[in-house]
Each structure stands twice: as structure tokens, then as C-alpha cells.
């Protein structure tokens, strides 16, 4: 398993050889040469590593040999990003003046790497003697990327398959109609989470308020409470102060249902229980999960215990079944006996069954893949699905494995973002440069595709596309992962601090205690490469963290989570982070960006969205040329400095490789600064100018890979009064408009899948153009959308692909004309709200109709 830390050392060797062809040329041929040999060598080891791992049950000495490696391969990255990127600085400014004083340093910088890699010459030397002594032999070359392009629409089937709980269901619904607390416990693994959720969504409906929350293992009580909050509607004043208090007043006399899921200890429940008036008369309901029966009786007494087992024999093959049978049409009946040995093993657990499905279904329907699978599992498997769970993680392609190991750097219960973990991803190297067509980022969608088909992780939300958007892991995997983690040194968190190890730590997640506390242990942290903080309820101190950032020269991640700033502006010392590629604040106090930021030549993502009082950003960020990821909020940023400097000087903007820019204001931009971002993917901007959209919609593109477009106005008027042309947008998905006035909508590309106006005046009616986009999923009309009084949904073929329609604040819509024959032959959703003067909806449309008033 110690083969995930050596993805990263490959990518980068490959990443800088191919800087060093393309900036240097034979100059530096010597340090090609070096680079190239430890890119071989590194794959050899990873190879190594496959079969060194199937042999250390049967040979204890192969454990050693692993350690080697490990420790080999950790140096060999240390080397690379302590001496390339002074090599680099030293060559390029001073070989070419001749003996300056640069070139000095440039020679002993050079000289001190060709030791460095003498060193690891001689060690591999005696780890080849070693792996031969133990007949270790190469398995690398059979992990490919794939060569499916994610951006494909595909089927998918997120509804989870629930087999055995159809009982269940019922006996919590009716329990629930007399009881005020159910209390749902179980072994990990047993699906008590899917279990409650499904009786949860179909009790919800019957309460005036309702809420479901994650407890996990180390509860922030009051980050629970400000969510159950808002979740019930509490006034966001009321959530700031005596939140104990309101909530419980406003809950009080109200009917509601809330789910605890995942409660580990009373302690946990004796902090959340006076927030709610449980037991009143109102006929609220409490539903619990928890692994421990003595919790559940606690909560809600022993008439309140309803114990999950694991499936009998016949459910855990039914279940197996339905779930091979989801991903492959047919199950042909040579494998049956095969399949029934393995589910045997998997003890009637279904996150082992779901587990193992997605190795056989990735591995292929072919009965020498399931007997080899079947033999991997283990004796007592059934005993304890951490086999299981190992034996997936083992059957990883190798560029997967640091990719799912990642996933421990967060606390538990973390809803991810997709494109948030692959910018992560990108940063810490582990997705290659494949070239073509292909962005690291479509690659990193690609991977987190191959980990949903191995059902490693559970999708929360899709994007409008198709692709994962939100997703979640289970809490045995998400354990998994920080276990495996810590054991090869990948990772850390900082409730396993020690001083001792803390030389060798390579990641560390601050979850529990505040950095202060444990600033002498992890101010020892020199080789780290990513700091992560999600600690929220301590202030830190700016003096203690720029002390440690001193420190980590190596940082290429920095995440700095519910931070609350003492100064204003960031710390100091985060200029000094010369190999910085992901930087992310989220702070409650305003945050000022300095102009050092410029000195960040290697940052890819600059993550300011959750910075909620105010970014000030410099001038130098439109001069960031390896700047992929610039996101931002609406509010938030002060560009007063940049607009006087604009009076009198012309602004340079050098944004090569920008994909994202989010939501930046208009009033900041010039115009003709869009026509530079030819990269762009996704484009949110707010205080939209008439200027803007005339570039916008002008002659040409200002990037033929534009995605995803949002348009907003908050202010006074921004009105076209022609009809303008986004149609050359190709590859436009996803486009909002808000609040921009225009009499009529724009031309658009076939390529639309989702489509959001809001407030934008239409006069004349855009479902003429509408209902003849080939691919549009999605249609929402809010607040004045369109102001006219009849909309046209008439024609067989029109809306082919349409499945929600949102219809919200048309306040002159009185009718919805089908004509002879109507389309829409795929709406799955219509919801009407707050049209008072729509009287006529279509026979065909009334099925699918939710309407508000």
C-alpha cells in the first residue's frame, strides 16, 4: 500500500524534465539525464511495490523492504523540491551573464543535488539486492489513465439499492407515530444512515419544520445547532446571538422531526438536547443513529431501540444481485456459484457487499477475475469487512490509491467538492500531464468517475452536466483512510502528534485542538507538503502561525479554514512559500492580500470564497501567469487602489491559464481584459455593464472552452436593448442571468443544459427559442424572468431533453399554451410558485405539477 506515495515523485519528475527541455534546452542535459533516471527508477519502485505488498503475509522481512522504499522515496521528493527549484532560479538568471554572482550558488546548489542523487543510487543498489532475495519482481505497467473523456453525459443511478429494510421502513414509520424518539443502532456498515434517511424523507413532509445532522465522533456542538437552525428556518440574526434560547422558542409549540445521525456518546446528546423542546405537546419526533445500543437506550429509552443485523443469506444475494445487475444488463449464471462464495464472505454487511461489487464490475465479469477476488478476501472476512476494505484499496489502479487516501486529510462526515479535491489533487501532483485535449483537471474528473464505479464514494449532487458534483464517503472508509494513512506516512491529524515522528510528516490536518497548542510539535514539521486547518472555535494567532510558516518551505498546500484574523492581513510569511500551488481562506474578519502574492510563481488556485468580511486584492494578481483558479465572492473585493493606478498606468494582464474566475465585479475589469482569458472555462461576474456584454457577446469567443457563464446586476439598470448572441459559445453547459434587463432572450448554442434568468424583463416569449434546444435539462424562470402574459410550449418534438421546470414569481403569466400537440416528453418536474394570475396549465404538464401560491 506504500506504492500511493510514489505517484506524486513520478508527476514531478516528469513535470519538471519537460520544464527543463522546454525553458533550458541541452544546456542543463546533465539534469535531465539525473531527472530522467529517477522517473525510471521510481516507476520500477512503484512496481516493486504492487508485488512486494501480496508477499509480506507469507515473508515478515518484505515488510522491511517496504519500509525502504518508502523512506527512499520520500527522500527522493525531498530532494527534487528542496534543489530543482534553486537550480532553476540560480540557472536562469545567472548562467547567462557569465560568472555573476549567481552563478556560484547555481554551481554548489548543483553540486550538492548530483551528491544527493549519488546517495540514492547507492541505496537503490541494495534495495534491488534485497527485493531479489525476496523475488520481488516489477508489476508496474498495467495502470492506465482512461481514455474517456468525463465530460460525456452519462446515465447515472444515484437512489441507493435498499434490500432487507422494506420492514423496517415501515415499523420506524408506525414506532414514529406513537413515540417520540426511534433510536436506530447497529454494528458499522449495517446502512443505519440509509436506513433513517429513508424514513426521514418520507415522514418529513408530515412537519412543519425538519432538519438531518451529522454528529460524527467529536461533535462542534454549536456548528450542529447553527445548522440544524437555519436548516428549520431560524432568522440568521437570531443564530448569532442566544442561539440556545431562540431556537428553542422558535421550535416551541411547532411541529418537527430532526435526525441525529451517527451519535457516538451520550456526552454529545446531553449538549444538544437543550436546544430542543422534546417532549412537549407539539408531537415532535427525534430520530438517532448510533454503533452504540447504550447511547440509543440513553436518548430515548428502550422502547425507542430498533437493532439493525446483518443480512441473511438470501437478502445479502438479492442485494448483490440488484447491484451487479445496475452496472451489467446481464449476470451470466457460470459466475452464480463464484458470486455466492464471495458474498458469503462479506457476512451480510452491505457496505462490504456494495464494496466488493465495485472491484467486480471494474475488474470484469470474467470467472477468473471473481476467483481471484474470492481468494484475496480472507478466512474471516465475515468477521469484520476491514478485510474487504483493504483488499479494495489493494485492487486500486496505483495513480488512484494517494488520490482515495487523501480523502483522511478531512474530519469525518465532510461533504466534498469535486472540483475543490482535484484542484487539491493538481497541487499535490498526483494527476499527470497527459497532453491532447486534456486538462489535469477532465483527468481528475476521470478519477473521481473510476472511485464512484468502485463505489468508494456516495454521491450527494451531479452538476447540470452529468458530472459528480458533491459527494461523501462512508465513516469505515473514511476511518480507513487515516488509519492507512498514518501507517505509511502520508498523512497526519493532529490528535496523533508526536515528537518523534514529526520530522517525517508530510500532511497534517488540525481538526481538534487549535494550532497554538501544538505549535511546538508541528512547528517541527519540515518536510511538510499540505496544512490543513478545520478548526472552528479558536481564534489563531497571526504571530504563532507565521512562526510556523517560516518553517515549511516545502508547503505546496496551505487550508486554512473558519480562521478568524487578528490583523487584517495574512500572514506574512505565506509570501515565503515559494512552492505554494493551493492557497484557501476562509475567514469571519476581513482579510488583505498582500502584493507578495505575486512571489507565489507556482500558485494554481486562489480560494477566497469563503473570506466573508471583505478581500482586498492587489494589483499583481492579474499578472499570476500559473494562476489556474481565481474565486472570489460577489461582495467582497476592493479594487479603490487598482481603479486610481488604472488612471495613470496601463494594467498588464497575464492570465494564461486562468480557467475560473469567480464572481468578480465588473466595475474592476476593463472590458477588453476578457479578451486575454482565452482559457476560460467558468466565468461569474456581478455588476454586469452594458461594455461587458458587448464583448461578451461580440464577433468572437473570449474563450472557446467557456463552460459555464453567470451573469449578475445588483445595482440600477443594465439593460440591452437588442437581441445579442452568446450562440458562439460551443461548449456553453450552464448559463444564469441576473437581473439583466433585456427585451428579448439571446441567441444560444445548442450545447445549453441548464438555463437560470431572474429578473430580467423578457417582453418577448423565450420559450420560442427554448423549446428548440437539442440538450436543455434544466429551465428556470424567477421573479419577472419574463414579463409578458402567455408562454408557447406548444410543438410534438420541442423541449426533447427538458426534465425541471421551474416557474417562480411570473407575476403577468396567466397562461401556458400546448397547442395541438406538446413536447417536454422527458419533464420529470414542473413547480409553479407564485403566479397569481396563471389560470391555464397544460393536461400533459398537470401530472408533473407542484404549485405554490
Not at 462464495?341 to 461489487?357: M, N, R, S, T
Not at 481564534?539 to 512562526?547: Q, Y
Not at 488583505?592 to 492587489?618: A, H, Y
Not at 444560444?748 to 434568468?757: E, G, N, R, V
Request: one cysteine or more; proline letters at 4%; charged letters at 30%.
Amino acid at each position: 500500500m506504500a506504492d500511493a506515495v510514489v505517484s506524486a515523485v513520478i508527476n514531478k519528475a516528469v513535470d519538471i524534465g519537460a520544464n527543463l527541455i522546454l525553458e533550458e534546452g541541452h544546456r542543463l542535459y546533465w539534469l535531465q539525464e539525473d531527472i530522467g533516471w529517477l522517473e525510471r527508477e521510481m516507476r520500477h519502485m512503484q512496481g516493486y511495490l504492487q508485488n512486494a505488498e501480496s508477499k509480506k503475509s507469507t515473508n515478515p522481512n518484505v515488510d522491511n523492504l517496504i519500509k525502504d522504499i518508502r523512506d527512499l522515496v520520500h527522500d527522493a521528493e525531498d530532494i527534487l523540491d528542496i534543489y530543482l527549484p534553486q537550480i532553476e532560479s540560480h540557472g536562469s538568471s545567472g548562467l547567462l551573464k557569465g560568472m555573476s554572482t549567481c552563478f556560484l550558488p547555481y554551481c554548489w546548489t548543483s553540486s550538492l543535488f548530483s551528491k544527493e542523487i549519488e546517495k540514492i543510487k547507492m541505496r537503490l543498489k541494495d534495495i534491488d539486492e534485497k527485493r531479489k532475495t525476496y523475488n520481488v519482481e516489477d508489476m508496474s505497467g498495467t495502470d492506465d489513465v482512461s481514455n474517456v473523456d468525463p465530460r460525456t453525459t452519462k446515465l447515472h443511478v444515484d437512489d441507493p439499492i435498499i434490500v432487507g429494510f422494506e420492514e423496517d421502513v415501515e415499523e420506524l414509520k408506525n414506532k414514529l407515530k406513537e413515540h417520540p424518539f426511534v433510536s436506530i443502532v447497529g454494528m458499522a456498515g449495517l446502512g443505519k444512515t440509509t436506513l433513517a434517511k429513508k424514513v426521514f424523507k418520507g415522514i418529513k413532509d408530515n412537519f412543519e419544520r425538519c432538519a438531518s445532522v451529522s454528529v460524527s465522533q467529536k461533535p462542534i456542538i454549536e456548528n450542529l445547532v447553527k445548522d440544524i437552525a437555519q436548516q428549520v428556518g431560524l432568522e440568521k440574526e437570531k443564530q448569532e446571538k442566544n442561539l440556545e434560547k431562540n431556537l428553542y422558542s422558535f421550535l416551541q409549540g411547532k411541529r418537527y422531526v430532526v435526525l441525529f445521525d451517527d451519535i457516538w456518546d451520550t456526552k454529545a446528546w446531553d449538549s444538544l438536547k437543550t436546544y430542543f423542546p422534546i417532549g412537549s405537546e407539539s408531537a415532535s419526533r427525534i430520530i438517532i443513529t448510533s454503533r452504540n445500543n447504550g447511547v440509543g437506550r440513553y436518548i430515548g429509552g428502550q422502547n425507542s431501540l430498533h437493532q439493525l443485523h446483518p443480512l441473511d443469506d438470501s437478502k445479502s444475494w438479492e442485494l448483490f444481485s440488484k447491484l451487479i445487475m445496475r452496472t451489467n444488463k446481464k449476470f451470466d449464471s457460470k459466475l452464480e456459484d463464484t458470486g455466492g462464495k464471495i458474498v458469503k464472505k462479506c457476512g451480510g454487511i452491505p457496505l462490504a457487499i456494495v464494496v466488493i461489487v465495485g472491484m467486480l464490475t471494474e475488474r470484469g465479469m470474467s470467472e477468473f477475475d471473481w476467483n481471484l477476488i474470492l481468494h484475496s478476501i480472507g478466512e474471516n472476512a465475515s468477521d469484520d469487512c476491514s478485510q474487504i476494505l483493504g483488499l479494495s484499496y489493494r485492487d486500486l489502479p496505483t495513480f488512484l490509491k494517494p488520490c482515495f487516501l487523501y480523502f483522511g486529510n478531512f474530519p469525518e462526515d465532510y461533504e466534498f467538492s469535486a472540483s475543490e479535491v482535484i484542484r487539491l489533487w493538481m497541487a499535490e501532483k498526483f494527476i499527470p500531464l497527459v497532453g491532447g485535449d486534456w486538462e489535469p483537471e477532465d483527468v481528475g474528473a476521470d478519477y473521481i468517475s473510476k472511485l464512484e464505479a468502485r463505489n468508494l464514494i456516495l454521491v450527494v449532487k451531479r452538476g447540470h452536466d452529468g458530472r459528480v458534483k458533491k459527494f461523501c464517503i462512508h465513516d469505515l472508509l473514511h476511518s480507513f483512510c487515516v488509519n492507512k494513512g498514518r501507517e505509511i506516512d502520508f498523512l497526519n491529524t493532529d490528535d496523533h502528534l508526536e515528537s518523534s515522528s514529526a520530522k517525517r510528516v508530510r500532511r497534517l490536518s488540525v481538526h481538534y485542538h487549535s494550532i497554538a497548542e501544538s505549535e511546538k510539535v508541528i512547528s517541527q514539521m519540515t518536510k511538510l507538503r499540505a496544512l490543513f486547518h478545520f478548526k472552528f472555535d479558536k481564534k489563531i494567532e497571526i504571530k504563532c502561525l507565521d512562526n510556523m510558516l517560516a518553517r515549511f518551505k516545502l508547503l505546496q498546500v496551505l487550508k486554512l479554514v473558519a480562521f478568524v484574523f487578528e490583523d487584517v492581513c495574512i500572514p506574512s510569511q505565506i509570501r515565503s512559500l515559494s512552492r505554494l500551488n493551493y492557497l484557501e481562506i476562509d475567514s469571519e474578519s476581513q482579510v488583505k492580500i498582500p502584493s507578495s502574492i505575486r512571489d507565489l510563481e507556482k500558485l494554481q488556485t486562489l480560494d477566497l470564497r469563503g473570506c466573508q468580511c471583505g478581500v482586498k486584492l492587489p494589483i499583481g494578481i492579474w499578472k499570476m501567469e500559473q494562476l489556474r483558479h481565481l474565486l472570489l465572492r460577489y461582495y467582497v473585493i476592493d479594487y479603490s487602489l487598482m481603479r486610481l493606478l488604472c488612471k495613470y498606468q496601463q494594467v498588464q494582464v497575464l492570465l494564461p491559464n486562468l480557467q475560473t474566475l469567480s464572481r468578480i465585479r465588473c466595475f474592476d475589469l476593463k472590458p477588453t481584459w476578457l479578451q486575454k482569458l482565452t482559457n476560460l472555462r467558468k466565468l461569474e461576474l456581478d455588476d454586469v455593464t452594458p461594455e461587458i456584454m458587448e464583448v461578451l457577446c461580440g464577433a468572437e469567443p473570449i474563450s472557446k472552452k467557456l463552460e459555464v457563464l453567470s451573469l449578475r446586476w445588483w445595482g440600477s439598470d443594465c439593460s440591452m436593448n437588442r437581441r445579442v448572441s452568446l450562440a458562439k459559445y460551443e461548449r456553453l453547459m450552464k448559463l444564469t442571468i441576473i437581473e439583466v434587463k433585456m427585451q428579448q432572450l439571446p441567441e444560444l448554442p445548442p450545447s445549453l443544459i441548464k438555463l437560470t434568468l431572474f429578473a430580467t424583463k423578457l417582453i418577448e416569449d423565450p420559450m420560442k427559442i427554448l423549446k428548440n434546444l437539442p440538450k436543455l435539462k434544466i429551465l428556470n424562470l424567477y421573479w419577472n424572468a419574463f414579463v409578458g402574459s402567455k408562454m408557447d410550449c406548444s410543438g410534438a418534438e420541442r423541449f426533447p431533453q427538458l426534465e425541471i421546470l421551474q416557474l417562480c414569481g411570473l407575476s403577468e403569466l396567466e397562461e401556458l399554451i400546448e397547442g395541438e400537440e406538446m413536447g417536454m416528453p422527458k419533464l420529470k418536474q414542473l413547480i409553479i410558485e407564485y403566479c397569481p394570475k396563471l389560470v391555464r396549465v397544460p393536461k400533459r404538464l398537470q401530472e408533473c405539477l407542484r404549485m405554490e401560491n
